[in-house]
């Protein structure tokens, strides 16, 4: 019976510490994702001041090229942060892996190349040895492969001395007519790494106890996530390395062949300007937006850029947003998500259920970045939806071209009944119908009439009263969206493969629509 007891006692005490463990590592990631997240709003007010100033062409040489450093540095900081966020979803299973049709080598080495400007700096020559043929297309989460060589190729320049090299060499191997396997190598001829430290390279927050490993600093994430990552996506990766000779990475993925085409972004001639807000907005001077942001440094940013053309407003959370909205008229309102008391997600669907200000346009501006953030924030109806740091030529674009459709919805429905009861309803059909077939260049206003059972004519009725757009425009602006989305999380890898995706044929008209509507070319993205 003691022996029994005793078993019972360990088995509860080993459960007890299989919860504290379990608590402790959830406590852990959501303190680095915080953490994260709060790093994201002064790098806001780092990088847009920044970069607002390096426009200027007043500028001398010695200021400018003060500005771009500061411009690199923050960048580099970001990535950091972005890392962190990463690893920190990725101890917690949240990660998926979304892959998309690439062409293999102009992928790989767009990622070499990237690094060009930092190794002239550093004084190390990049070998480029990617032998694979052009005309391979594969499926493959680019935003993660991106991440893992980014890790390799920084850190192959960063333990290098001036004079010597990094190269990357790729091979691809045929396994049948469907798969191939894919083998990436990342040389230096560096620092090396300790065989002592070479077993735990790989462990999150690892740091070399050597002196020459530990003199440049770093905190052990790279490696760590990069490792992760290529492990999520079905691959391995090892390391072979000896001190004072160098260093090299391996990695072997198996591969699914893309049978989509692949166009060249080269073909594509941008020539397109950012819009001019002031004349384009004058009208607008009394249009009231409603910031909705607990920090007042950026409320102050943002009401520095919006301020020139609209009335601008602040509210510190969700609770004091809803407030301000039932007792004034907003034409448009950003929210941050993570606020204290009520945060933007609760506060937009406490909006939702007020008929009055449901249908006020709405953008979020949040460091909560992750794809299933912004597909929550979709599905509860808001507009727009902005990751920290963001452009100030961006935001201004966006809020004018949502007040600018608010405007001309307005003006459609001046004394028109010709609203239907079910509209919510018929907008998700019509979506639907758009997302469906965003690819298919022969999308019609008749297709989007017959999806409703109504008219064309009464279709342009019925979308111009809900949403300010004609049945063209709606489709264009879903396309367009698309094109934004599929560019910033680098699902494809140029322009035209963008552009082609979302059922666009005219390199011109692509590129004048994509800078009208974000104030961005797409190639800027």
Same mark, same amino acid.
Request: aromatic letters at 8%.
């Given at each position: 019976?003691? =022996?029994?007891?005793?078993?019972?006692?360990?088995?509860?005490?080993?459960?007890?510490?299989?919860?504290?463990?379990?608590?402790?590592?959830?406590?852990?990631?959501?303190?680095?994702?915080? %953490?994260?997240?709060? %790093?994201?709003?002064?790098?806001?007010?780092?990088?847009?001041?920044?970069? !607002?100033?390096?426009?200027?062409?007043? +500028?001398?040489?010695?200021?400018?090229?003060?500005?771009?450093?500061?411009?690199?540095?923050?960048?580099?900081?970001?990535?950091?942060?972005?890392?962190?966020?990463?690893?920190?979803?990725?101890?917690?299973?949240?990660? /998926?892996?979304?892959?998309?049709?690439?062409? +293999?080598?102009?992928?790989?080495?767009?990622?070499?190349?990237?690094?060009?400007?930092?190794?002239?700096?550093?004084?190390?020559?990049?070998?480029?040895?990617?032998?694979?043929?052009?005309?391979?297309?594969?499926?493959?989460?680019?935003?993660?492969?991106?991440?893992? &060589?980014?890790?390799?190729?920084?850190?192959?320049?960063?333990?290098?001395?001036?004079? $010597?090299?990094?190269?990357?060499?790729?091979?691809?191997?045929?396994?049948?007519?469907?798969?191939?396997?894919?083998?990436?190598?990342?040389?230096?001829?560096?620092?090396?790494?300790?065989?002592?430290?070479?077993?735990?390279? &790989?462990?999150?927050?690892?740091?070399?106890?050597?002196?020459?490993?530990?003199?440049?600093?770093?905190?052990?994430?790279?490696?760590?996530?990069?490792?992760?990552?290529?492990?999520?996506?079905? $691959?391995?990766?090892?390391?072979?390395?000896?001190?004072?000779?160098?260093?090299?990475?391996?990695?072997?993925?198996?591969?699914?062949?893309?049978?989509?085409? #692949?166009?060249?972004?080269?073909?594509?001639?941008?020539?397109?300007?950012?819009?001019?807000?002031?004349?384009? *907005?004058?009208?607008?001077?009394?249009?009231? /937006?409603?910031?909705?942001?607990?920090?007042?440094?950026?409320?102050?940013?943002?009401?520095?850029?919006?301020?020139?053309?609209?009335?601008?407003?602040?509210?510190?959370?969700?609770?004091?947003?809803?407030?301000? *909205?039932?007792?004034?008229?907003?034409?448009?309102?950003?929210?941050?998500?993570?606020?204290?008391?009520?945060?933007?997600?609760?506060?937009?669907?406490?909006?939702?259920?007020?008929?009055?200000?449901?249908?006020?346009?709405?953008?979020?501006?949040?460091?909560?970045?992750?794809?299933?953030?912004?597909?929550?924030?979709?599905?509860?109806?808001?507009?727009?939806?902005?990751?920290?740091?963001?452009?100030?030529?961006?935001?201004?674009?966006? #809020?004018?071209?949502? +007040?600018?459709?608010?405007?001309?919805?307005?003006?459609?429905?001046?004394?028109?009944?010709?609203?239907?009861?079910?509209?919510?309803?018929?907008?998700?059909?019509?979506?639907?119908?758009?997302?469906?077939? %965003?690819?298919?260049?022969?999308? =019609?206003?008749? !297709? *989007?009439?017959?999806?409703?059972?109504?008219?064309?004519?009464?279709?342009?009725?019925?979308?111009?009263?809900?949403?300010?757009?004609?049945?063209?425009?709606?489709? *264009?602006?879903?396309?367009?969206?698309?094109?934004?989305?599929?560019?910033?999380?680098? =699902?494809?890898?140029? /322009?035209?493969?963008?552009?082609?995706?979302?059922?666009?044929?005219?390199?011109?008209? &692509?590129?004048?629509? &994509?800078?009208?509507?974000?104030?961005?070319?797409?190639?800027? #993205?």
């Amino acid at each position: 019976k003691l =022996k029994k007891r005793e078993a019972e006692l360990a088995l509860k005490e080993e459960h007890r510490e299989t919860i504290r463990l379990r608590e402790l590592d959830e406590f852990k990631s959501r303190f680095f994702t915080n %953490l994260s997240h709060e %790093l994201k709003t002064p790098l806001t007010l780092i990088t847009g001041p920044i970069n !607002d100033l390096r426009r200027s062409s007043a +500028l001398d040489s010695e200021t400018r090229q003060a500005l771009d450093m500061a411009s690199r540095n923050g960048e580099k900081l970001l990535s950091f942060v972005n890392e962190v966020l990463q690893l920190a979803k990725l101890e917690s299973g949240g990660v /998926v892996v979304n892959e998309s049709a690439v062409p +293999l080598k102009l992928t790989l080495s767009r990622i070499f190349h990237a690094f060009n400007s930092l190794a002239e700096i550093e004084g190390v020559q990049l070998i480029d040895a990617i032998n694979v043929d052009p005309s391979i297309s594969v499926k493959i989460d680019v935003d993660k492969l991106e991440m893992v &060589f980014n890790n390799l190729i920084s850190n192959a320049i960063k333990y290098t001395p001036p004079g $010597g090299w990094v190269k990357m060499t790729a091979e691809v191997e045929e396994i049948n007519d469907e798969k191939l396997r894919l083998q990436v190598h990342v040389r230096d001829n560096g620092a090396g790494i300790a065989v002592v430290d070479q077993k735990r390279i &790989f462990d999150p927050y690892f740091q070399t106890s050597t002196t020459k490993g530990s003199e440049r600093g770093g905190v052990g994430l790279g490696l760590a996530l990069a490792s992760q990552l290529v492990e999520l996506m079905g $691959g391995e990766m090892e390391v072979e390395s000896e001190e004072g000779e160098g260093s090299v990475f391996g990695t072997e993925f198996s591969l699914s062949r893309s049978m989509d085409s #692949v166009y060249d972004v080269s073909q594509i001639k941008e020539k397109t300007l950012v819009p001019d807000f002031a004349a384009s *907005l004058g009208r607008d001077r009394h249009q009231k /937006v409603l910031i909705v942001e607990d920090n007042q440094d950026l409320v102050d940013y943002m009401t520095s850029i919006l301020s020139k053309h609209f009335v601008v407003k602040r509210a510190r959370d969700g609770v004091e947003g809803l407030r301000m *909205l039932q007792k004034e008229s907003f034409d448009l309102v950003t929210s941050d998500v993570m606020m204290p008391r009520m945060d933007g997600f609760e506060f937009r669907e406490k909006m939702n259920e007020m008929d009055r200000i449901k249908h006020i346009p709405f953008i979020y501006v949040t460091a909560r970045g992750f794809d299933e953030d912004k597909l929550l924030g979709l599905s509860l109806g808001v507009d727009d939806y902005i990751t920290k740091p963001f452009n100030s030529r961006e935001l201004m674009a966006r #809020v004018s071209n949502l +007040l600018k459709n608010r405007y001309e919805r307005s003006l459609s429905t001046n004394g028109s009944d010709d609203t239907l009861s079910h509209d919510e309803k018929t907008i998700r059909v019509i979506e639907r119908v758009v997302y469906d077939r %965003l690819d298919d260049t022969t999308l =019609k206003t008749s !297709d *989007l009439a017959k999806s409703v059972n109504v008219s064309e004519r009464q279709l342009r009725r019925v979308l111009k009263g809900l949403t300010g757009f004609s049945p063209v425009e709606f489709i *264009l602006e879903i396309r367009l969206q698309m094109a934004y989305h599929f560019l910033r999380t680098k =699902k494809f890898n140029t /322009v035209a493969e963008a552009m082609y995706a979302v059922g666009i044929e005219s390199a011109s008209y &692509f590129s004048k629509k &994509f800078a009208d509507r974000f104030g961005v070319k797409a190639s800027d #993205v």
